[in-house]
């Protein structure tokens, strides 16, 4: 596609409920991040992928969080049991190489 | 202490007038320094990158880097006001890797 695309747009989970947040990334481009922006902070990293290989998952801030990339393209963040102090922004990024990376529109999670 | 620092603001700049944004960061080792601008209720948007010290400028905007004092900035000429939004100064390793951002500095133009 012409963008990062990330799905739902905004979802209200109430307390306990698991989610599922998609991120379908720029065509082509290998390498997926996920990041998680409180409201008045600057996004935290989550989590990195290169083709399906996650790389990195040292910002999984418990294991509640899960994420994957199974074909290399599409990716899902999995929180389990959410609680309160997950709200937040998840945004998704991708990038082909070097130079910074594009960010999705996000999804808006709200725990009530 | 936070890895990337930013004064938060808001920052008021008039119209037509220059815009300075900084950010200083902890970790020695760090290659690439990235500005994104994010507008209220949207996703950060990429505007300039720079991994050498000294100057780059892109059409009103210019980044600059010093690695010794560990400082970033950016600069926009001519402010307009639809250059009001939050600016995110973000750094990594180097490479395709994790980005540390700041908590962004909000820019008002004033008219």
């Known amino acids: 596609g012409a963008g990062v695309s990330q799905s739902p747009r905004y979802k209200v989970a109430k307390r306990g409920q698991d989610v599922a947040l998609r991120c379908d990334p720029i065509?082509?481009?290998?390498?997926l991040f996920w990041y998680q922006q409180a409201l008045g902070q600057g996004p935290e990293f989550l989590t990195y992928?290169?083709?399906?290989?996650?790389?990195?998952k040292s910002g999984l801030p418990s294991d509640r969080f899960f994420a994957e990339r199974p074909e290399g393209s599409v990716s899902t963040l999995k929180i389990q049991r959410t609680q309160q102090e997950d709200s937040a922004v998840y945004l998704c990024a991708s990038s082909f190489g070097s130079g910074g990376y594009t960010f999705g529109s996000g999804t808006r999670l709200t725990v009530v | 202490q936070k890895e990337v620092e930013q004064n938060s603001g808001p920052l008021s700049v008039p119209e037509g007038a220059i815009a300075s944004l900084n950010c200083t960061y902890s970790?020695?080792?760090?290659?690439?320094f990235f500005w994104y601008r994010q507008y209220s209720g949207k996703s950060p948007e990429l505007i300039m990158f720079?991994?050498?010290?000294g100057d780059k400028e892109d059409g009103r905007f210019t980044a600059q880097l010093n690695k010794a004092s560990q400082y970033v900035s950016l600069l926009i000429r001519d402010s307009q006001p639809s250059d009001s939004a939050t600016y995110l100064c973000?750094?990594?390793?180097?490479?395709?890797?994790?980005?540390?951002f700041g908590t962004g500095t909000r820019l008002t133009i004033i008219p």
């Open positions: 992928f290169q083709n399906e290989a996650q790389l990195d």
């Open positions: 973000a750094v990594g390793a180097g490479g395709n890797e994790k980005l540390t």
């Open positions: 065509s082509g481009h290998v390498s």
């Open positions: 970790d020695r080792g760090s290659q690439s």
């Open positions: 720079i991994y050498s010290n």
